[in-house]
């Protein structure tokens, strides 16, 4: 079976960066309508502060999944790490 190896500290590294990427996320969630300024058409206007209103609900809703994601990467970090620490704590008491 191949697989891929990691260390705990990779994945709450990764989990460092996915709160990083969390942050630029939600940064555009303060996107909307009224931050449009005059471009000179009601209609195009109009259409930009849609995309933009668009782009700010996607942004938030990423966010939070990438969020979770960070989340679950440091818990899974965490766990790894006690896992370890037991499967130490075994083999030092001659059970494995």
Do not use: K, W
């Not at 999944?65 to 499967?87: I, K, L």
């Amino acid at each position: 079976m191949s697989g891929f190896n990691v260390t705990p500290s990779e994945l709450h590294q990764a989990g460092a960066t996915l709160r990083g990427v969390r942050s630029e996320l939600a940064a555009g969630d303060g996107l909307g309508a009224g931050s449009v300024g005059d471009v000179g058409y009601p209609d195009l206007a109009g259409s930009i502060g849609e995309f933009c209103s668009t782009a700010g609900r996607t942004a938030s809703t990423l966010a939070t999944a990438v969020e979770m994601a960070g989340s679950n990467t440091e818990q899974a970090g965490s766990g790894y790490e006690r896992a370890e620490a037991a499967n130490a704590a075994a083999a030092a008491r001659g059970i494995l």
